[in-house]
C-alpha cells in the first residue's frame, strides 16, 4: 500500500441529502454560519447562478474575517469565469488550482482532481459527487438536471478529512505526493466493523500511488452475503470489480448496477460500458438504466456497508484521478442509501438479455467503435507505464 490507511472512527452523525435542491442551501447555510476556517476542495466549477451564489457566500464569510481556502482542478474549473475568480481573491479567498494546464506536460495533463469536500471550523464537513454547476442546482427550483447525493457529517471524522485537505493544500504547491507524518494512520486495510452505528472511514486514491479506495471495494464486493447495489454514471470498472460482481451474482447474491440512461453528459463513455453487459448479465447481475435524467451519483451499498463520494471505480478515476470516498456502518445511512436505491429503480428501465438482443444495428456499431477505442487506449497506457 503506498500510503496511509485511515481507520475507522466511531462516534459520528451521518444525513443523506439528495440532489442540489437539498445538499446545496445546507452548503450554504454551514458556509453563513462558519466561525474560523472554510475548506473547499472542487473537480466541476461553472460560472452560472449556482457559482455565483456560492462566490457570494464564500466572500461574505472571508470579508468577516474566516480563513477561506479553495482548491479546484484547473481543467474542471475552466468554465470559472476570471471576474468570479478575482470576487474570491478580492474579498480574501486563498485560491490554488490542481495540476495547471500545460502543453509540455503532455499526459501529465491527464491527472485530475476529482474530489468533492467541504470542510467548515473543523467540525462539520460534507462529502459526495456534486460539482458547482447551474445542472446541480439553480437557487430557488425544486428540481436538478443530474441527479446526486451527498453526505453530511459531523464527529471524530471530520479531522481525518481536514488531513486528507491540508495534505492536499500544501502538496500542490510542490506537485509531490502526499508525505505523511510517520505515526500517522495504518500500513493495510483495517477490518470492517461486523455493526455498529456512527462508524466511518475515509477512503482514497492518489493518482496510481494509494488506492485502498479500490481495494476496499472488492474485499466488500468479495465478502457481500445478501446484497450488493452499485450506482456509477461511467461504467467502466476494473477487471477486479466485474469479476466480483459476477462471482457473487453466481452465488445468488442480489446483485444490481444502477447506470445512467440516455440522458448523459458523455455518450461514449455509456457506449463503451455496454460491452460489459452480457457478461454481466448472464452471470445474473441486474442492470438498470436510470431515465428522469443524468444519474451522476457515485455510491455502493453492500450488505449494511455504504461508500459514497466521487470514486466512479472505473480504470480512467483510478488511474489519473485523486478521489475520495466516505466509507460507513451506520444503520440510518443504510436505511437511507437503501430507500434512495429503491426509488431510482423503480424509475429505471431494467436490462435484460432479450433487451440486449432487441437493440438496433446503429447503437450495435457504436457499442463495438467506442469500446474498440477505449480498450485500444487503455492498453497503450498500461504499455507506457
Excluded at 468533492?116 to 447551474?134: A, E, I, P, Y
Aim: hydrophobic share 40%; glycine share 8%; aromatic share 12%.
Amino acid at each position: 500500500m503506498a500510503g496511509p490507511v485511515f481507520p475507522w472512527r466511531a462516534g459520528n452523525q451521518f444525513e443523506l441529502l439528495i440532489d442540489g435542491p437539498s445538499f446545496f442551501p445546507r452548503m450554504l447555510s454551514a458556509i453563513g454560519c462558519a466561525q474560523l476556517q472554510i475548506d473547499l476542495e472542487l473537480y466541476l466549477v461553472e460560472a452560472g447562478a449556482c457559482a455565483e451564489a456560492l462566490v457570494q457566500a464564500l466572500s461574505e464569510a472571508a470579508e468577516r474575517g474566516v480563513q477561506v481556502r479553495c482548491l479546484f482542478d484547473d481543467y474542471g474549473s475552466l468554465a470559472f469565469t476570471l471576474s468570479l475568480r478575482q470576487r474570491l481573491q478580492t474579498a480574501g479567498v486563498e485560491l490554488r488550482w490542481y495540476n495547471r494546464l500545460r502543453w509540455r506536460r503532455g499526459l501529465r495533463n491527464l491527472y485530475r482532481d476529482h474530489r468533492k469536500l467541504l470542510l467548515v471550523d473543523q467540525n462539520w464537513s460534507m462529502v459526495g459527487g456534486t460539482g458547482v454547476t447551474d445542472q446541480f442546482w439553480r437557487p430557488g427550483e425544486d428540481a436538478s438536471e443530474w441527479h446526486e447525493v451527498m453526505v453530511q457529517m459531523q464527529g471524530t471524522l471530520v479531522a481525518d478529512w481536514q488531513m486528507l485537505f491540508d495534505r492536499q493544500w500544501r502538496a500542490n504547491l510542490r506537485r509531490t505526493a502526499w508525505r505523511p507524518p510517520t505515526h500517522f494512520g495504518l500500513s493495510h486495510l483495517p477490518r470492517v466493523p461486523s455493526g455498529g452505528e456512527g462508524l466511518g472511514r475515509v477512503a482514497y486514491a492518489d493518482a496510481r500511488q494509494h488506492r485502498d479506495i479500490l481495494q476496499s471495494l472488492v474485499r466488500a464486493l468479495n465478502s457481500g452475503s445478501r446484497r450488493i447495489w452499485l450506482a456509477t454514471p461511467y461504467f467502466l470498472p476494473t477487471w477486479k470489480v466485474r469479476r466480483s460482481l459476477r462471482r457473487a451474482a453466481a452465488q445468488g447474491i442480489d446483485v444490481r448496477l444502477l447506470l445512467t440512461g440516455p440522458r448523459t453528459d458523455h455518450p461514449s463513455v455509456r457506449y463503451a460500458g455496454h460491452r460489459y453487459y452480457p457478461r454481466l448479465l448472464r452471470a445474473g447481475v441486474k442492470i438498470f438504466e436510470y431515465q428522469p435524467c443524468f444519474l451522476h451519483l457515485k455510491m455502493v451499498l453492500i450488505d449494511d456497508w455504504v461508500t459514497i463520494g466521487s470514486c466512479n471505480f472505473d480504470h480512467w478515476n483510478l488511474r489519473f484521478n485523486l478521489e475520495a470516498n466516505l466509507e460507513a456502518i451506520d444503520p440510518g445511512l443504510t436505511e437511507a442509501v437503501a430507500a434512495s436505491f429503491t426509488r431510482d429503480f423503480a424509475q429505471s428501465l431494467q436490462i435484460d438479455l432479450d433487451h440486449w438482443h432487441a437493440r438496433p444495428l446503429w447503437r450495435r456499431v457504436q457499442q463495438r467503435l467506442w469500446g474498440w477505442l477505449d480498450r485500444v487506449v487503455v492498453n497503450l497506457l498500461d504499455r507506457r507505464s
